[in-house]
């Protein structure tokens, strides 16, 4: 059973057998994922990443998906927020997810192959949507380069990206959550999110990794125009 702190473990660590052939970075990050327990509940339950739990835990909270709604992924591989989504909303909602990367067929979920930056995109999203939707989600990031500063500006590109395509797409009183890096949102872009939503929080879920630099910024109560 998952708890407010996460799964439950047997506390008995798992150690490679042999690094033969391995870096010791490879060696390393082998090891956490034998050994987080998220990993292991998502194998578990059968979601695609351990990734799933970040929203399960935000939803628990917030109350984000409710039956019926509609709901579109962006950045959506390998799918486990997609799946989240689709339990959540039950058959009378939808749950459209997007990714350059292909993705397995999801009960549930509409899924497109294409790059949300495409020009596009949007449209395409627009169409499969049929209308107004109750909530954008999006846990995109960018390929890292290893310069804080650099990765910082690529990934609020991608929220800034997000939160316009939302603004257009929300139906009153949906919600925006989107992957952000921790010192926050940018000033600009925080203005842009209050002005649009009633509530604005960040939030780091017990599911994300402790040595991650990785927040997510909600907006719930949208407010059109």
């Known amino acids: 059973m998952m708890s407010r702190k996460g799964p439950a473990t047997d506390g008995l660590k798992t150690r490679l057998k042999t690094a033969r052939g391995r870096t010791v970075a490879s060696q390393k990050w082998l090891e956490r994922q034998l050994n987080d327990p998220y990993v292991k509940a998502a194998k578990a339950k059968g979601y695609r990443s351990r990734a799933a ?14 039956r019926g709604a509609i709901v579109i ?24 997810g997007i990714d350059i990367l292909e993705m397995d067929p999801i009960p549930g979920v509409t899924l497109e ?16 949507a049929g209308g107004l939707v109750d909530v954008v989600l999006s846990d995109m990031a960018p390929n890292t380069t290893g310069h804080r500063e ?18 257009e797409i929300l139906r ?10 921790q010192g926050g949102t940018e000033k600009t872009l925080l203005d842009l999110l209050k002005r649009h939503f009633a509530k604005v929080v960040h939030i780091k ?21």
């Not at 009153?172 to 890096?181: N, T």
């Open 73 to 96: 992924d962006l950045g959506a591989a390998p799918g486990g927020w997609a799946q989240v989504a689709a339990d959540k909303v039950g058959p009378q909602g939808k749950v459209i």
């Open 53 to 66: 739990f970040k929203l399960i835990e935000v939803d628990q909270k917030h109350r984000l998906l409710k």
């Open 113 to 128: 192959c294409l790059d949300f930056m495409a020009e596009e995109a949007p449209d395409r999203l627009r169409a499969l």
């Open 150 to 167: 650099t990765d910082h500006l690529r990934i609020m590109a991608l929220c800034e990206a997000a939160l316009a395509f939302a603004i």
């Open 205 to 225: 879920p017990p599911a994300s990794r402790a040595d991650s630099t990785e927040m997510y910024v909600l907006g719930t109560g949208f407010r059109a125009g």
């Open 172 to 181: 009153p009183g949906g919600a925006f959550l989107c992957k952000v890096r």
